[in-house]
């Protein structure tokens, strides 16, 4: 399999890509925020401007600065500029507040933090006491005045921190370098078979990987990116043609929650064709492509790795992470560390012979050897012909009877009958000491759900033991900014009063069910630049 793409810069920094895309594309569209479209030819220009001014504020080459904001220009005008200057790039989920926002601005280390002014209120409730500048209001750093030269960087030189989501424990923050992003942008570009013509759009926060990898899939391929506001399943479509996007960004739930809309005047009215889509349901990709017109592609990679796992265009299989793209191993290990035959579930490990392409550790932790095997956390089954299928993250796995049990495998079932429109699977506490199978589940427009006869569909396919024995119906499920399932905020809330159990033996009918209930997300849905729905 050749994952070859366009060329990347000797030194692998993100100031010679700059330079190198300026000579090559020069007056090609590169990036389109709001009002703000700049060409390839000013972006070393603005990006030194920013480093200049940086500096002028007080910023020194490996000072972490921080920001908390919406997707705007300036997240990106602080990407850029700080990788110019050699300082670190430290964009923060929107959704903090309180006490974790004062943990990750401790842990971070940074003394300098620039904020839209919504969040302001919570930059100073968490106590945060460093030089902090809020955008729009005043004087602070932006992309004008003197430009600085290029500062002390390599390959491995941090680029940014980007702190993992934290919804099983505390945050932790990912050393990113340079050289990361570009073979970033190299592999997914590969895979998605970007071309300079390509129009890249994504509503996706610029606090998370997929999003800040895909400034540089554009970049890395002489393309056009084009920034969102935010994710919202109402607009998707028509914000998408309203970019003349060729390729979009989806996560998690996003998929399933487009699917579940009504039929709109925009659902093919644009000019995309392929969206990086991961872990996206093998049911799922033909009725999208069918509706929609957009070939679902997923992958292998994390914040820490890189596209370790992919596949290239007319080479896919619906449900399948890909093979193993060149310049990376993986392997698929048991309990013991050692590895397991093919066809056996076991935790995907990687590795990659790239500099530089891997993060370089977690903040205030050892950093692991350059050929380092890295743990991921994701149970996988490797075939025989050497294809990778996703079977469930590890700390979702749920354990009854004696056997082990996919979340994913059974949320995929229930996600097949025609009344469902999202499902989490998560184990609940039983009275034998191991797990019980539970499922929330938000029914499609229009429709209600019998959780009996959603039981009895799911028989069909799964053993006994895989069925749920515990079924709420929901309005809503509890989302990450980045749309992915808080399945510890339904964990923690458990079997309630008005959660349906295979127990109770009295007739199951649709009439019956008691209204759906909420689950609240934290922080709230409606909150979320990623999971809106206007």
């Given amino acids: 399999m050749s994952a070859a793409g366009p060329s990347l810069p000797a030194d692998l920094t993100i100031p010679a890509l700059l330079r190198d895309r300026a000579d090559s594309r020069g007056d090609h569209l590169a990036l389109r925020a709001g009002p703000v479209r700049l060409t390839y030819a000013e972006l070393p220009g603005r990006a030194a401007a920013m480093a200049g001014s940086l500096a002028r504020h007080g910023v020194r080459p490996g000072d972490p600065v921080a920001a908390l904001s919406r997707n705007r220009i300036e997240l990106i005008d602080l990407l850029l500029g700080c990788a110019w200057l050699g300082a670190v790039a430290v964009p923060l989920n929107t959704g903090l507040r309180g006490n974790s926002l004062a943990y990750v601005l401790l842990n971070s280390g940074a003394r300098h933090l620039i904020v839209e002014a919504e969040f302001a209120d919570r930059v100073a409730a968490a106590g945060f006491d460093g030089t902090?500048?809020?955008?729009?209001?005043?004087?602070g750093p932006g992309p004008q005045g003197p430009p600085a030269p290029v500062g002390p960087?390599?390959?491995?030189?941090?680029?940014?921190?980007l702190f993992t989501s934290g919804t099983t424990g505390l945050p932790k923050g990912v050393l990113c370098p340079h050289a990361q992003s570009l073979w970033w942008g190299q592999a997914v570009g590969a895979s998605l078979g970007l071309g300079p013509d390509d129009v890249l759009y994504t509503g996706l926060p610029?606090?998370?990987?997929?999003a800040i990898n895909a400034v540089f899939h554009a970049l890395v391929a002489g393309a056009t990116f084009v920034l969102g506001e935010h994710f919202s399943v109402r607009e998707q479509w028509r914000r998408v043609a309203g970019a003349d996007a060729?390729?979009?960004?989806?996560?998690?739930?996003?998929?399933?929650?487009?699917?579940g809309q009504p039929p709109g005047s925009f659902d093919r009215a644009h000019r995309a064709t392929r969206a990086l889509a991961p872990a996206t349901p093998a049911h799922m990709y033909e009725p999208f492509r069918e509706r929609f017109g957009i070939e679902l592609i997923d992958g292998f990679g994390s914040t820490e790795t890189n596209l370790v796992l992919g596949s290239l265009p007319g080479v896919r299989r619906a449900g399948y992470l890909g093979v193993v793209m060149p310049g990376y191993e993986a392997a698929v290990i048991g309990e013991s560390g050692a590895r397991v035959a093919d066809g056996t579930p076991g935790e995907l490990v990687v590795r990659t012979e790239f500099p530089g392409a891997f993060a370089l550790g977690y903040l205030g932790e050892p950093v692991p050897g350059p050929r380092a095997w890295r743990r991921t956390g994701d149970r996988v089954i490797r075939e025989p012909d050497g294809w990778f299928?996703?079977?469930?993250?590890?700390?979702d796995v749920i354990r009854r009877r004696g056997e082990n049990i996919s979340s994913v495998q059974v949320e995929q079932v229930l996600a097949g009958h025609p009344a469902v429109a999202q499902v989490a699977v998560f184990p609940v506490p039983s009275e034998l000491a191991e797990d019980e199978v539970m499922a929330a589940v938000v029914p499609r427009p229009g429709a209600s759900?019998?959780?009996?006869?959603?039981?009895r569909f799911a028989s069909a396919h799964l053993a006994d033991f895989a069925l749920p024995r515990y079924i709420d119906v929901v309005e809503t499920l509890p989302l990450t900014e980045t749309g992915k399932v808080r399945k510890a905020d339904l964990r923690a809330r458990g079997v309630t009063a008005r959660t349906w159990s295979a127990d109770d033996r009295r007739p199951s009918r649709a009439d019956t069910v008691p209204p759906p209930a909420t689950v609240a997300p934290n922080p709230p849905a409606t909150d979320s630049p990623a999971t809106a729905v206007e």
């Fill in 206 to 210: 610029l606090f998370h990987t997929n």
């Fill in 246 to 259: 060729t390729v979009i960004y989806l996560l998690g739930a996003m998929v399933a929650m487009l699917a």
């Fill in 449 to 455: 759900v019998d959780p009996g006869g959603l039981r």
């Fill in 132 to 139: 902090v500048w809020v955008m729009g209001t005043g004087p």
């Fill in 389 to 395: 299928r996703f079977v469930d993250r590890i700390k």
């Fill in 153 to 161: 960087v390599s390959a491995l030189t941090p680029a940014a921190v």
